[in-house]
């Protein structure tokens, strides 16, 4: 049997800084590492990519050989800060980086095989219905650490087995731009198909653009689709996984109607700095890239804004549908099951009730339950102009809903909120979340057509 204890050691994994191994070199130097443990269990010791990790040093009682488990959050879209280590328990909470309070955390466990560790967060509501996601294998393949949607809100406890040698833990399956090129490797070659970048992030990476039937002359209708103007929504994006594996499907009539009459304008990271870093993004400061769409801090919605209109004006004679996805808050009610929050005006809040009413013909023998009653029409419970229009600066704050419905050829501008792990009881996976994917395309298919023949 494995017994061991566990000491406290708050080191780099570059540095290396021992604590325990400290051997007094003199007073003010002991001083000054008292202060840093302080400060770190007062506040939480942030770990960001390529900086520090925290590590605990498990010492067997046979003496000698020693494992040292580490707690890192040093990889595409990690983000945790540990409080404190004690023995088993460790207290962890979501690295907030300024934003409001929430509840998005990703992180790795190194090394703790054969033990069992304790984490608990800061607070309740910080884990979805169906426990973390965990990933044995770096990110490739994930389970919910609970079978049913009961899960504690605070806590979970884990039992490394022999091989869990580095295991993530997060709040839903994660999906940064590596699984975004790995699913976009299938299509390369298409002549249909191009990938290209929409603008520079403020940190310089490429914002993904995806575009299918670029210039396609039979094309009558544009359809611009984005994801994660909060950054920590993954789920929204295997859904997009799934719409796109419908519309380019050489199998599939829906995907055949849709190359043939509309031309795509995709990007898949609106935030793409926060998808990477890890960060929340959902009540990011001053305002998150969801409430942009007058103030135009961020060079990604600039440059949407403006090549939407630049390809897609009036003259050119498309009609837009617009859809952005999201996913809401992280349990009960509402936000365990997929809905929409249906816009103000009227007529686009029909044509948004006609596309899901489609929708919910195709879900119908689709995993993740949908009823049109999910949605939430425009003055009810949260779906109001004061939670999208905050005056900042002397200027109401606008999402992009509100500025796609206020194009002149708009034809339907919708969001759509994908639960994390819990949807109607069922669990979400990145499987059943493609699935739903292809069923809102087959959806667009039949609303596009209906539309052309209202004309
Ligand atoms: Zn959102």
Redesign the pocket.
């Known amino acids: 049997m494995r017994e061991s204890f566990t000491r406290f050691v708050l080191g780099g994994s570059r540095k290396n800084v021992s604590l325990i191994s400290f051997s007094f070199a003199g007073i003010c130097l002991l001083f000054a590492a008292f202060s840093v443990v302080s400060l770190w269990a007062a506040e939480g010791k942030p770990i960001a990519a390529g900086e520090t990790s925290v590590s605990v040093e498990a010492v067997k009682d046979d003496g000698g050989e020693q494992d040292k488990i580490t707690i890192d959050s040093d990889f595409p879209g990690g983000n945790i800060r540990v409080d404190s280590i004690e023995g088993d328990l460790v207290r962890v909470r979501p690295d907030l980086r300024g934003g409001s309070s929430w509840f998005y955390f990703a992180f790795r466990v190194k090394n703790a095989q054969g033990h069992t560790l304790r984490f608990l967060f800061d607070a309740k509501n910080r884990i979805a219905a169906r426990g973390p996601a965990v990933s044995l294998d770096e990110g490739k393949n994930w389970r919910y650490l609970s079978q049913e949607p009961n899960a504690d809100s605070r806590e979970f406890t884990y039992a490394f087995g022999p091989e869990d040698r580095s295991v993530i833990f997060a709040l839903a399956p994660l999906y940064t731009r590596k699984n975004w090129d790995e699913f976009m490797a299938k299509y390369q070659g298409r002549g249909d198909v191009e990938l290209s970048a929409l603008c520079q992030s403020p940190k310089g990476r490429n914002v993904e653009l995806l575009r299918i039937g670029k210039g396609n002359p039979g094309a009558r209708f544009a359809v611009v689709l984005t994801c994660?103007?909060?950054a920590?929504?993954m789920t929204?994006s295997w859904v997009l996984e799934g719409m796109l594996e419908e519309v380019l499907d050489e199998k599939s009539e829906f995907g055949a109607y849709l190359r043939e009459n509309a031309e795509f304008f995709i990007v898949p990271f609106m935030d793409k700095d926060g998808v990477e870093d890890g960060d929340q993004?959902?009540g990011r400061k001053p305002h998150?890239h969801?409430r942009d769409y007058n103030h135009e801090l961020y060079p990604e919605i600039r440059a949407l804004k403006s090549q939407v209109a630049e390809n897609f004006s009036p003259e050119s004679g498309k009609k837009i549908f617009f859809m952005?996805?999201?996913?809401?808050w992280i349990r009960s009610g509402k936000h365990e099951m997929f809905f929409s929050m249906l816009p103000k005006e009227s007529w686009i809040s029909e044509a948004a009730n006609n596309y899901l009413g489609a929708f919910e013909k195709y879900q119908n023998e689709g995993e993740i339950p949908y009823a049109l009653s999910h949605n939430i029409p425009f003055g009810k419970g949260g779906n109001t102009m004061a939670s999208f229009a905050k005056l900042e600066n002397g200027i109401p704050t606008a999402s992009a809903k509100i500025w796609a419905c206020g194009l002149s050829n708009i034809l339907c501008s919708c969001?759509v909120?994908i639960p994390y792990s819990n949807s109607s009881g069922v669990e979400v996976m990145p499987r059943n979340a493609r699935e739903l994917g292809r069923n809102l395309s087959k959806a667009l298919a039949d609303f596009l057509e209906n539309a052309e023949s209202a004309e």
């Open positions: 994660r103007h909060h920590c929504e929204a993004g959902k998150d969801n952005d996805m999201h996913c809401p969001t909120e």
